[in-house]
Each structure stands twice: as C-alpha cells, then as structure tokens.
C-alpha cells in the first residue's frame, strides 16, 4: 500500500506514520510532504497513491531556510488541496486528520467541514478523523476508514 | 383546564390553577419567573401576559420600561426560552400594550416624514413626545443619536452622551450599546471602512448568545446573514416596548424569507397582530400566508406604476418634483423616481429628498460617484435602520451593490415585497395561486387599466402576445420585455438575439439588465465563452458593472472550461468575482490562471506576449494587474517559492509602468515588494550571521604582532631536527597510523596523556591555543557573537513565544518560586471541584517550570564553549560546562596533527589561515551537534513536555469544551514550535558574510522589532541608508535596547509604550529609545543604583568580563557594538525620566562612518 502524508507537524506525522505501519504492515509505502504545495505537486508527480492523509492547516512551501515560516499559513489548506485534486480531476482517495476540533474561532466545526467535503468532492473524500494526542479515539476511526476501504 | 375563556372570568375567580401554583411556589421572583417559563407551554405563556400584567414579579416585563429605566435594559428579567415561548410571550406583551404600540405606529410615519423633509428639530420633538408615551428604546436612541449627528450639533451630541451615561447608571453593558446606537452617523468617508472593521471585531472577539445580540443590535444589517432569533429574543424581551414590537418584526419578516424556521409561531403572531395594528411587514405577510386579503389599491400609485412602465420617464420626474412635502414619501416613488432620472433630466430637489435621489442615480448608473453614493446611502441606512423606509432603501442597496446568485436574489426581492406599502403587482410574486387570483381579481376591478398589471399578468406569454397595452411602451422597454419573456419561456436563441441588440442600447438600466440576461441565456446555451466575454468586456469599462451580473453562474461555467481554456476570458472573469464578490472561486482562479499559461505554452507571463495578440490591450492589462499576483500565483509551479512569485510580480508592475497603466499604485507595489525582498534578505542575512569570528585581527597589522612573534619562534625552532625526542616519536607513529586509516578529521578525540612536548611542540600548541583563544573569546570572537545574537534574548524569546501566544505559561509570583494560577485556562477547564482545579493549576505551573528550564539548559548549558585543554583538564571543575556543545579544547595530538599540514615554508599568513580553517571545521562539528541537539533532543523534550500537559489536564477535566480548546491550543503551539525551532536551527550555519549592499535604517529597526516581538513607535527625522556590512550590529545594538526595555521594565510588552527617536543635528546622530517601567517610588534612589553601569561603561576590563555573558550586560554589549565593532565615537546618557519611565540615549559624532557613502551627505 502507499500512502502519502501531507502534515507540517513533526510529532503527529511520526505517530501518525508509526500507526499506519501498526496497522498495515511495515510494508506500508509511506511518503512524507510538509506543505500544501509539496503535497499538491508530489499528488501531481505520482498519482498511484492508495491514500492521502491530509491536514487541515498547512503551510504553503515546506519550512526551510528561505521559507522561514512556510510562507503564509493556511488553515484550510485541506480544503484548497481538494479543490484543487477536483480542478486536476485526481481522485486519490483523501482523509483529513485534523488537531484542531473548529475553524474560524467555533464558526466552523468538523461537522461542518464533514458537510462540506462530501458534499464537494465525494470523488475521493472518504473521511475527517479529528486528532487527540492524548486519547486513541482517533487510531479507532482512521484504522476504520483505512481498514474498511480495504 | 380550557384557556378560551373570557379574560373577566378569570381575574374574578381562581380558574388558573397553573399560574396560581408557580406564584405560590415561592417568594423569590426570577424562581417563580423561570418556573412560570419552564412549566406553562408557549400559548399558556401568551395567555398568562394578561393575568400578570400587574403582579409584583411580572409587571416590569410587560409594562416594559414605561418608567425610562435604562439602567433595567437587559438586566435578566425574564428568563430564556426556546424560541417559540418568547414569541408567544412577545405577542402576549404586545397585546397587552396595544395602545402603546399603535402611538408608536403613528410617530413612527411621523419621523419618517420629517427626517425626508429635514424638519429634524420637530422630528426630536416627536421623539421626546415618544418618549414620554411609551418609554426610552434603544430606537429612539438610534434616531435621535443620528439626527443630532447629521445636523451637525455636536454640543447636542454631548449631551445627549452624558444623559444616557447617566440613565444607564451601573449597567455598563446597556451604557456602551447605547453609546454605538447614538453614534451611528459618522463621517461618510469612513463610513465603510469603519463599519467592516468593527463588525470583524466583534466577530473576532464574541461568541455565541452575546455575538448574535452584537451582530442584530450593532453592526450595518446584512439581510443574507443569518442570525439566531432565539437567542435574540431571549435578550430583547428584557428591553423595551418598542425594542420588543421591532424585534417581532425583523423576526417575522426573516423567518419568512428564510426556509427552515417554525411555521406556527409566525403564523400565530401574525394572526395577532394582523388585528391590532396596520403594518406594512403584517399584512403582507398575513397575505403571503393566505390570512387576509384585504389590499387598498391606490390609483395614484398605479398611476406612477404605470408611467414608469410605459416609459414616460420625464412625467415621473415632473410629478414628483411637483409633490407636496407629505406627499409621494414611500420608498417605491424614490426608486422609480431615480430609475426615470438615469434617462432624462434630474428633478430638482432640495434637502434629503434631493440627496437621496442623486445618490440613488449615481447607484443604478454605476458612475463615477458610486462609491460615494452608495457610502452616503449605507451610512443613512445604519443611522435609521430602525425605520422601514431605511429598510426598504438598505434592501435596494443590497440588490445594486452585490452580486446576487438567484437564492438570494428571490429573498432580496421578497424582503423588499414585505417592506412595502405599494400594493403593486409585483406582492404577486409572494403570494399563492389562490391569493394571486383573488389580488389580480380585487387589483382589476380597482384600476381596470393598469399597464403594469396586465404584463405581470402576461409575462409568460408577452412574446406571443399582442394587445394594445403594449404599443404604449417605449421601444427598448418593450424589447426587453418580450426578451424577458423569452428567457422564462427558456426560448433561448430568440431571447439571444433581442438580448444581443439589446445589451448595446443607449439606455443605461435597460442596457446592463438585458446584457445580464443575455449573460444567463448564453450560460443555459452552454455558450460559456460567450458569456465570459459579454460579461468581462462590459466590467472592464466600468467594474462596477459586477454587481448586475450572477458572477457564481459565470464563475460556474468559467471553471468548465478552464481545464482546456486558453482563452484569457477565464482567468479574468474569476478574478472579477474574487476582486468584488467574495473568495469563493479563488482556488479556481489559481487553477485557470496555471492552465491559461500551460495550454498557451508559455512559464511565466511575460515569457512571449504573442499569446495576447488576439486581446484588447484593456483586457491584458487588467489580467496582468489584477490576475496575475502573488496569491494568485502562489500554487503555480513554475514559481518555485515566494521570491520567484515577487520577482514575477515585480516585472509585471514594471512592464504596465512602462505602459503608463496604473501607474502610481504600481510603482508603490514594486517599492513595497523590493522592500520586502530586502528586508527578506536583510533577514537571513542576519539569521546567517549569528555565528561569526572576525578573523582578521589575526592578520591586522595592529593586532597581529602577539601571534608572529610566536610564529616566528615556532619556525626557528622547526628548523631543528626532533626525530629523537620521545614525544616527536610517539606523535609521529601515532600520526601515520591515523593517517593510513584516514582518521585525521578525528585527531581532535585523541588525548595522548602524560607525554611531555619538546620546546617545537608547545611553541605551536601555544600559538594554536592564543590563536583559539581570541577566535573563541575575543571582543569580535565566537563567543561573543553566540552570547548578542543567539543566547541574550533570542533564543528563550524565540522558543518561548508559541506557549505564550497560547497563555500555556503561567507567570511566577515576585520573590517567589510558586506561580499565579492560569486564569485564563483554568477559567475554560472550570469543574465544580475545588481539588481537580488545584490540580490543573499544578499542572499549568510544572509545564512553566520545565519549559523553561529546558530553555535554560539550552541556553545556558548547551549553547556554552570550553576549551579545556589537556594541561589543565584535571584541575577543572567540568560540571558547569559538561554539556557545552562548542567543544574547542586543544590535545596534544591534534596540535600536532596540525603542525604537520603546515608546510615547512609557509608563512606567517598561509600557517594562519591553515589555523583558521582547521577552527571552522572544530566549529562546524559542534554546529551540526547543535543543530542536531536541538532538532531531535529539544523538539522531543519540549513536545513532550506539551504532551504531558495535555493528558494531565485531560485526565483530570475529562472531556469538555475547555480540554477540546487545550487541544487545538497545544496543537497550534506545537506547530509554532516546530517553525520556530526551525528558525533557531538555522541559526546555527556559519555567516555567509554580507549580501546586502546597503540598506535603509527602518529595515534594521523593524527586523529588531521582529526580533523582540514588541511595539515600537518610531519617529524619524529622515532615512539613513547604511552600509550593508553594519546591517547585524545595528540590528544588534536595537535588539540589545528593545529586550532591555522588555526585560527590565517588569511590565507586559503591551503597557511598555516602547518609543525609538532618531535625529541629528550638527553633525550628531542621536538614538532615544524610551519605555514605561513599573513605577518606582524614588526617582533618585533608582538612578544611583544605576552607577554601576554608568562609570563602567567602557571600561575595558570589566567590558571584556561582561561581553561574553548574559544578565545585565546589555550595556557592555552596547559598547562594544558601538564603539570596537562599528568604530563609533558616542557618549550615552540612561535612566528613569519619570518615576514610570526610562531613557537611553545615544550621541553618535561619526555616524557618518556607517553609512553608505552614497548617502554620506545625510
């Protein structure tokens, strides 16, 4: 299987990618990408990924030295990177994994986003599994979804 | 028990056991109130109103402020409940004060009258009169605030201020509601700018119930928002009278143009109120829902109607001009009044009337004064927006002003219906076929010729329709007519064709209605390109044009073929939309933009202007200025990252300079993005530069007569044979054998110990070590460097700014190791339990404790040098410095190692430089080491720390709103972690050396201030443009001067009022940074404890000490900044101005010596 990870942050993407392996096998093809452009051009580049594991709030280049912050952020760099999968008619299957439980101070909640994504881009959305690291709620529902569709 | 009985019978005897109950149940009134609410249904609640009009509990909330009690509004008195409660109970109160609401009634058309004909001082009679019948409202408020605002009488104003200040009394919350309400005319010119930004303030800073009652209450009405009603009643019912009966409306009015809301609520209060009063949003609505049909149908107002509909522009002009002033007041005259006007002549009008209907012109023509105009109408709009004619005005301005899909152009057009006194054809649109027929049926026998009824009549069916009536049109009234009527018989290509000739016509508002349908006809003709250009070429002549058009219908069909497109229509029609509409297509306009330049088979777009050939020069412009930008473009491939996309766009602004297109505006945008370019540069110069030794005082005349000497020594003495001597031995064997295995980059991890060295060996171990030393400890040596620009405030500040930002850290209490609970979490973790809460105080107060000293060891433990060499490594007490990572220490073996690279006829110079690169690579070892400690060690310790945190607080607050928001706090401050850390890392890469020529003074004050985190007011005298090689010391020197007022001033850097003033006169630069400190109790006692600094202030032992360190040693750095790195004569002056101020200030007499000597005459 192969996956491709779109997630800036350092610490969820590591559990992320452990448990991916936990329930997949090792085997499990994982490819990392730290902003919506990466991401968006790797997805471009390499269209055979079985699935996209995608965050919510990205940046838009990949922090380095000449990006220190990443460029402006994005907070619904999931959104656009969708949108732009459905422009690009890709229909990689796509889950968003998100830390955040509401956008735009509580005016949009993930039940909101669940709406809205499905509604857009059924062609490939699949799911929206809202990321605690203290709790394994979210292992359940992305071992779930990953299994599931298998 | 039956609730249709006689109200007579009731009070006479106890037939309402329930009631009776619930004020029995208790002497406490809010007890009895909310069990009243939560027991009785919502029509038991509206029968109740009556029977306890007069109960001691119950009379406030029905009599409703007759007594002018402001300070009463909004005080809980009634308790919430679900919505349908509070309308019925709302309509129970109207009831009640029927009488009341009908004086209202009355004054109300009253004011409107007044204020249209400017008799604004009867008009504020009117209002005191309302006042003393029905009691204060914050509608009265609204309007009398406005009218004393728009006549100007600001001593008035004043007043009128203070008086309510003083009504509100204690209740700070209806004070400021009632200063916003009487402060609603303002400036036009800043009209919208203001209200956009308070409504993005409110939204920003409430939630919930309290957002919802701002949003109704405060902010300029948007009739497509939606807003909770319930939660707006349930605050409005503890207002006034007046406040109440208004609320009822707008709910009505909302509820029916809105889909999903509680049908028999509106029915209910509708049926009330269609009894008690005659009200425009009532009876229309008591007609939309097939509750009455009781219409008046006025021949002078079908007379109007019909005027305008057979295009008789210039005798509506004339009527009105010729009515009396309380004559021809409705809403409807003045819009067809203004549309008539676009066409002939204007009437000649004075006072409002006459403002109203210019403005009303410059809108529906879309001119030149449109913005003005249509600023003017909004204020006016917010100012009465109590008042439904200001209503019906707001709703007109919502059709002209935005861009409308169909959805929302039905409820514009339907709100509009409702607001209306006209009874004309167009309340067909809202009402059923039963009520139409009755409406067409009454309407018929009222005015049997009406023009206007018989085409809403044949609207269908006018294409294939012949009839007298419509030989009375005016030609281009009648094409588009029959045009119209085409397109909803979808009859398509004959619709097209009229619509064609149509869009071209001289009339203005026929001209931009037809080219709008002819829009809709291509599109569902699946023309899109045709719709594309009929809708970009007309905006292009004016943008304003927008507005008249679907643009989501447009930008659908443009996103159809933007994949295969390489027409330049595409980019350009989505660009308008996200210019003036919204953001909805602006991921589609990256993607059309990306494939205009693909399937044209260019990179970038100025790579071959042959692809424009087919265009108008107006089209490409506007491409290139507005498609074209930065967030555009930010997707696009071939622009690899932000300076690629601001060098692309900076070409482009200097092509249309070049073109005399927007000239002024574009060469500020290539100012600023060259800017921003340098000051990205400047950045990362300076982020380059913070590790550095000046290396050349190894070979300055002046300073390197210490190290020849010893130079010289070593090679008299080299020219010695040493092969006997047993250390020459051993070091040599040793040495072949790590060369044959090619270890020599390792020579550093070998100690040889208890290995005497003959006199050759510690001549060169000597000139290594001085050498070392000055690199590692000199004034303008490593340390020095690492200490200003990484250890002294960068770092903590830089990696403790992600769990400030988050309110993570807790502050310690002074003189104290224990810290001051987290008010801010604890108060969203609040649980009832007083231990659990102790707990995550706890918690908050460890995560502070650890986080910082992991910062501490960071800074104070790693980011350390030792040079422990071998003579002396027994004898030091190594734990201070065991875990610093700059490890420069010199063994034997590897001084050696050394010495055998320099060749035996090398010079002073060459043997130096070998010394120098064998330093940077001993410095680049631990600088991997760093980066490495700090991208695996520290991201782990601190994320881990933030982790721990969380799953404690979660353990013990279990799940909750308040652990839900920690979650999203910690994941945003991990994710600030992370980016910051990557800052940091970068840090440690050795300097590039200086990329920026030279640059302008404000460039390294505001990378200082970026630096620092912190507000600083700056005031310049002029620019100083310096040279580039000073761009990190004076970044340096203000960064020292900034985080000295932060830390220093015990105050939180939004109360620091941080100032930098920069002049010269005579030659003297003069640098001021001022700052507010936390107040000390004697000025004098305060400065003499800053002696110290002052006589030691470049004395050169002591400056050498405090350099390297960091804790009050800002003003040694300042030293040496100004006076041994940038060569500065100064004199420096610092200490409390105020018992609650502090000053440094810098005399500079060689300033000249820094700049760029382009700018040396400054």
Same mark, same amino acid.
């Given at each position: ?34 902003? $919506?452009?990466?991401?968006?051009? &790797? ?36 959104? &656009? ?70 | ?402 861009? $409308? ?211 108008? &020069? ?189 309110? $993570? ?83 034997? %073996? ?32 631990? $600088? ?126 939004? %109360?620091? &009022? ?105």
């Amino acid at each position: 299987m192969k996956i491709l990870i779109v997630e800036d942050d350092y610490d969820k993407k590591k559990i992320v990618t452990n448990y991916i392996h936990e329930i997949c096998g090792i085997g499990t093809e994982i490819t990392e990408r730290e902003s $919506l452009r990466s991401g968006l051009m &790797e997805l471009i580049k390499n269209n055979d990924y079985d699935y996209v594991i995608l965050d919510m709030s990205l940046p838009n280049f990949d922090i380095n030295e000449d990006e220190p912050g990443g460029g402006t952020p994005e907070s619904f760099a999931g959104r &656009e990177f969708m949108e732009q999968m459905n422009l690009r008619e890709l229909t990689c299957p796509v889950i968003i994994l998100t830390q955040y439980s509401s956008f735009e101070r509580g005016s949009v909640s993930l039940e909101d986003l669940r709406n809205e994504f499905s509604f857009n881009y059924s062609k490939f959305y699949i799911g929206l599994v809202y990321y605690n690291a203290v709790t394994d709620n979210w292992k359940n529902e992305l071992a779930e979804i990953l299994l599931s569709e298998n | 028990m039956q609730w249709g009985i006689k109200m007579a019978k009731m009070r006479t005897s106890n037939k309402y056991p329930k009631i009776s109950g619930i004020l029995y149940s208790s002497n406490d009134g809010p007890k009895v109130k909310a069990k009243l609410f939560r027991d009785l249904n919502a029509y038991e609640l509206y029968k109740s109103v009556d029977y306890l009009k007069d109960h001691r509990f119950f009379r406030d909330s029905i009599r409703l402020n007759k007594n002018n009690a402001l300070h009463k509004m909004y005080g809980v008195s009634c308790p919430r409940s679900s919505l349908e409660k509070s309308v019925y109970w709302a309509i129970g109160v109207i009831e009640v004060n029927k009488d009341l609401i009908s004086a209202f009634l009355l004054k109300q058309d009253r004011i409107i009258s007044q204020i249209l004909n400017g008799d604004y001082f009867e008009c504020l009679e009117t209002i005191d009169e309302l006042d003393r019948v029905v009691g204060i409202s914050a509608w009265a408020i609204t309007i009398r605030g406005s009218i004393l605002s728009l006549i100007g009488d600001f001593d008035a104003k004043v007043e009128y201020a203070r008086h309510l200040d003083e009504l509100s009394g204690e209740n700070t919350f209806i004070s400021s509601i009632a200063k916003h309400i009487s402060s609603r005319y303002v400036d036009v010119d800043v009209f919208l700018p203001n209200a956009r930004s308070f409504k993005s303030q409110i939204t920003r800073s409430f939630d919930g119930a309290l957002l919802n009652l701002l949003l109704y209450k405060l902010t300029v009405k948007d009739y497509l928002q939606p807003l909770d009603y319930e939660s707006i009643f349930n605050d409005e019912k503890n207002t006034s009278l007046i406040d109440l009966f208004e609320c009822v409306l707008n709910y009505l009015a909302f509820s029916t143009c809105n889909v999903g809301h509680d049908d028999s609520s509106r029915v209910f209060a509708v049926t009330k109120l269609n009894k008690l009063f005659r009200h425009p949003i009532i009876s229309n609505i008591a007609s939309m829902l097939g509750l009455s049909c009781d219409w008046e149908f006025m021949a002078s107002e079908y007379s109007f109607i019909d005027l305008y509909t057979e295009g008789r522009y210039e005798d509506i002009c004339r009527l009105f001009e010729q009515a009396a002033p309380n004559e021809l007041l409705d809403f409807q005259y003045f819009e067809i009044v203004a549309k008539s006007a676009t066409r002939v002549s204007s009437p000649r009008l004075s006072g409002l009337r006459g403002k109203v209907v210019g403005s009303l012109i410059d809108i529906l023509e879309k001119n030149s004064k449109y913005n003005n105009s249509l600023s003017f109408l909004l204020c006016l709009c917010h100012s009465f927006q109590p008042l439904k004619w200001f209503c019906e005005l707001n709703l007109f301005l919502e059709r002209e002003r935005k861009s $409308l899909n169909d959805s929302e152009c039905l409820k514009i057009r339907n709100l509009s219906i409702i607001y209306s006194t006209f009874n004309s054809p167009r309340k067909l649109y809202i009402l059923d076929q039963t009520t139409s027929n009755i409406f067409i049926e009454k309407c018929s026998e009222a005015i049997p010729d009406s023009l206007a009824l018989f085409l809403f009549t044949h609207k269908e069916q006018l294409h294939n329709t012949s009839s007298e009536h419509l030989t009375k049109i005016e030609h281009n009234r009648l094409s588009k007519y029959i045009g119209k009527s085409l397109l909803e018989a979808e009859e398509y290509q004959s619709a097209i064709r009229i619509l064609e000739t149509l869009a071209s016509c001289d009339d203005t508002l026929i001209c931009f209605e037809a080219s709008s349908m002819l829009v809709e006809a291509y599109i569902k003709t699946g023309k899109a390109l045709n719709a594309l250009i009929q809708f970009v070429d007309k905006c292009l002549v004016n943008h304003s044009f927008v507005y008249n058009y679907d643009t989501s219908a447009i930008c659908d069909i443009a996103k159809t073929i933007a994949k295969e497109s390489t027409s330049i229509y595409v980019p350009v029609a989505i660009s308008l939309h996200s210019r003036y509409i919204d953001d909805k297509y602006d991921s589609v306009l990256r993607f059309s933009f990306e494939m205009f330049l693909l399937n044209n088979k260019v990179e970038l777009p100025l790579d071959d202007l042959s692809i424009y050939t087919n265009y108008t &020069e107006n089209i490409v412009n506007y491409f290139l200025e507005h498609a074209c930008i930065p967030d555009v473009m930010k997707l696009y491939f071939n622009l690899p990252n932000t300076r690629a996309i601001d060098d692309c766009r900076i070409s482009i602004c200097n092509y249309l300079v070049s073109k005399n297109i927007s000239k002024e505006h574009l060469i500020q945008e290539v100012k600023d993005r060259a800017r921003k370019i340098v000051i990205g540069a400047a950045y990362k110069q300076i982020e380059k530069s913070r590790i550095y030794s000046d290396t050349s005082i190894f070979y300055n005349e002046g300073s390197r007569n210490k190290y020849i000497q010893l130079f010289d020594k070593y090679c008299t003495l080299a020219s010695a044979n040493y092969e006997a001597y047993e250390d020459e031995k051993s070091l040599s064997e040793i040495y072949t054998l790590f060369k044959d295995k090619d270890l020599l980059s390792q020579a550093h991890t070998l100690f040889i110990l208890k290995l005497p060295l003959n006199e050759k060996n510690s001549t060169f171990l000597t000139l290594l070590q001085r050498i070392r030393d000055d690199f590692a400890y000199g004034d303008k040596g490593f340390n020095y460097y690492l200490s200003t620009r990484i250890r002294h405030g960068h770092l903590p500040t830089t990696l403790r700014k992600c769990v400030l930002d988050e309110q $993570l850290v807790t502050k310690k209490i002074a003189n104290s190791n224990n810290f001051k609970p987290n008010e801010y979490w604890l108060g969203k973790l609040w649980i009832y339990d007083d231990k659990v809460m102790d707990k995550i105080h706890k918690a908050f107060s460890e995560f502070t404790l650890k986080y910082e000293e992991e910062i501490e060891t960071i800074n104070d433990k790693w980011l350390q040098i030792t040079s422990l060499d071998q003579s002396i490594i027994n004898l030091s007490d190594t734990k201070s410095k065991s875990e610093a990572i700059f490890d420069f220490s010199i063994g034997n %073996f590897e001084s050696y190692a050394l010495q055998r690279k320099v060749p035996p006829t090398s010079n002073y110079a060459e043997c130096v430089k070998l010394i120098i690169d064998w330093l940077w690579q001993r410095t680049d070892i631990s $600088l991997h080491k760093a980066r490495e400690k700090l991208s695996v060690t520290a991201r782990q310790r601190l994320l881990d720390l933030m982790h721990s945190l969380q799953k404690e607080v979660f353990l013990l607050s279990g799940e909750s709103q308040g652990a839900t928001d920690l979650n999203d706090a910690i994941g945003r401050a991990r994710a600030a972690l992370n980016t910051n850390l990557e800052q940091v890392i970068s840090w440690f890469t050795r300097s590039e050396g200086s990329v920026v020529a030279h640059y302008d003074i404000d460039i390294a004050i505001e990378i200082a201030i970026r630096s620092a985190f912190v507000k600083v007011g700056i005031v310049k005298d002029k620019s100083y443009n310096l040279d580039g090689s000073t761009l990190s010391y004076i970044v340096d020197l203000l960064y020292i001067l900034f985080e000295n007022a932060i830390s220093k001033s015990h105050l939180p850097k939004d %109360f620091l &009022e941080l100032t930098l003033k920069l002049s010269s006169e005579q030659n003297v630069v003069k640098v001021v940074v001022t700052n507010k400190c936390l107040e000390v109790s004697d000025i004098n006692i305060a400065n003499t404890q800053l002696e110290y600094y002052r006589t030691s202030y470049g004395n050169t032992d002591l400056h050498r000490k405090n350099i390297q360190g960091e804790g009050g040693t800002g003003f040694f750095k300042i030293y040496n900044i100004l006076k041994n790195l940038l060569g500065l004569e100064h004199s420096i002056q610092f200490g409390y101005i105020t018992n609650n101020s502090f000053q440094v200030e810098i005399n500079i007499t060689n300033f000249e010596k820094v700049l760029n000597y382009e700018d040396i005459n400054c």
